[in-house]
């Protein structure tokens, strides 16, 4: 049973990080190919940290992903502790069904449903314009950009990531919210000496996997929006990759930026998971 899944891992993961050779290369894919071009080492490197491009997609990904960390990770968990105490298992069950919903949803139609909200003709704007105030176009403001793709993130995947951690609130012994109701506890003290440990462990479990992802902020959702606020604003790792290796040809240059971009991740996996194992939690690894 586990084949199929090996190969689809082997086939598009394993394998195809062997092409991250051409970063060290003066590739060229249809004279030479990968043994037939010529080493440059790590000359693409040095050009990428003397790209003013680059530079400025790596201060808005980590500019972002710091942002992301504060403003959207906690999200999913107070998700979950809400529809946790909900005691109602019909109206649990419909308020997870509503919130889940837009996950399934692609970023083409996250995005048109935010330009109907909140472009210069949407129904915010309409609204503020019949109460005798000036519209607003949020869409194509590079200054709140940043709290427009958060915004667009927790409406799209909050809901979904929620289902770890009420997996998680399952889990905890229920009676320990009794015994600690009969010595006085209150609803607070409870969330706050049971509830949160009892998760804290899934908790930082997924800030590790999240802080080694972090640096994939995601390419279709700032693609979509990259005209609309300009690449001063929008441009991070994958749509550099996209815009000065893909689409102009230049691969070696692009994969060197994609390999730089896989190396910071890892350093922070790495860094996040040692931090968990001074904290006394597990992480992703246990110690050797």
């Known amino acids: 049973m586990a084949v199929p899944m090996m190969a689809l891992v082997w086939g598009f993961w394993w394998i195809p990080t062997l092409g991250n ?37 790596m201060t808005n990904t980590l500019s972002i992903t710091a942002f992301q960390l504060v403003f959207y990770f906690p999200v999913p968990i107070a998700l979950a502790l809400l529809l946790h105490s909900i005691t109602s298992g019909r109206l649990r069950s419909m ?12 970023w083409v139609l996250v995005v048109a449903i935010f330009q109907q909200m909140l472009g210069g003709a949407g129904l915010v704007s309409q609204l503020l ?26 409406w799209k995947d909050a809901g979904f990531g929620a289902i770890i951690f009420l997996a998680a609130l399952a889990a905890i ?7 600690a109701a009969v010595d006085g506890a209150g609803r607070w003290r409870r969330l706050w000496h049971i ?27 700032f693609f979509l929006q990259r005209s609309a606020v300009g690449s001063q604003a929008s441009e991070v790792f994958d749509t550099f990759v996209y815009y000065s290796g893909i ?15 896989g190396v910071v991740g890892l350093v922070l996996i790495l860094a996040a998971n040692k931090a968990a194992h001074m904290m006394g939690e597990r992480g992703v690894y246990s110690r050797s």
């Open 247 to 261: 689409r102009t040809g230049d691969f070696d240059y692009g994969a060197a930026a994609g390999l730089f971009k």
């Open 173 to 179: 012994d229920p009676n320990l919210y009794e015994a």
């Open 95 to 106: 308020l997870q069904s509503v919130v889940y919903l837009p996950y399934f949803f692609s």
């Open 195 to 221: 509830t949160l440990p009892g998760i804290r462990p899934v908790i930082v479990l997924l800030l590790i996997l999240r802080l080694g992802d972090a640096l994939n902020v995601g390419f279709e959702q």
């Open 21 to 57: 050779v051409v970063a060290f290369q003066d590739y060229k894919p249809f004279t030479g190919g990968i043994l037939g071009s010529r080493v440059v080492g790590f000359t693409h490197f040095g050009n990428l940290f003397g790209d003013p491009e680059f530079l400025r997609a």
């Open 129 to 154: 314009r019949r109460a005798g105030f000036d519209g607003i176009n949020w869409m194509t403001d590079p200054d709140t950009f940043i709290l427009l793709i958060t915004s667009q993130a927790i």
